[in-house]
Nanobody
Framework: QVQLVESGGGLVQAGGSLTLSCAAS????????MGWFRQAPGKKREFVAA????????EYGDSVKGRFTISRDNTKNTAYLQMNSLKPEDTAVYYC?????????????????WGQGTQVTVSS
């Protein structure tokens, strides 16, 4: 398994932007598909975005399409989630996840490794 550490969360006003980072350990980062999920209090975990190992395939959850962008830099073992036009309903703990040698996956149970999460709070 790969170790994942998220960063970049914080408090932002509605309409603002944040970029989350997910740093991974190990030398085979490019062999992992990466995903971002979020969970708000009292709600189920929600798929946000996913990217294949070579970044050729991307998927987004319906609620973030057109506002969020997932990317990765395999030379830095890091995945990113650029979040624009943030809304109060985007408030949640955001988790990155990794799955070995796979295409993009949109359900959490398909992922092998998870980070500890980073809080994103969007004020109205």
């Amino acid at each position: 398994q790969v170790q994942l550490v998220e960063s970049g969360g914080g408090l932002v006003q509605a309409g603002g932007s944040l970029t989350l980072s997910c740093a991974a350990s190990g030398r085979t980062f490019s062999s992992y598909a990466m995903g971002w999920f979020r969970q708000a209090p009292g709600k189920k975990r929600e798929f946000v975005a996913a990217i294949s190992g070579g970044a050729r395939s991307l998927e987004y959850g319906d609620s973030v399409k057109g506002r969020f962008t997932i990317s990765r830099d395999n030379t830095k073992n890091t995945a990113y989630l650029q979040m624009n036009s943030l809304k109060p309903e985007d408030t949640a703990v955001y988790y990155c996840a990794a799955v070995w040698k796979s295409g993009v996956r949109t359900t959490g149970r398909e992922y092998d490794s998870w980070g500890q999460g980073t809080q994103v709070t969007v004020s109205s």
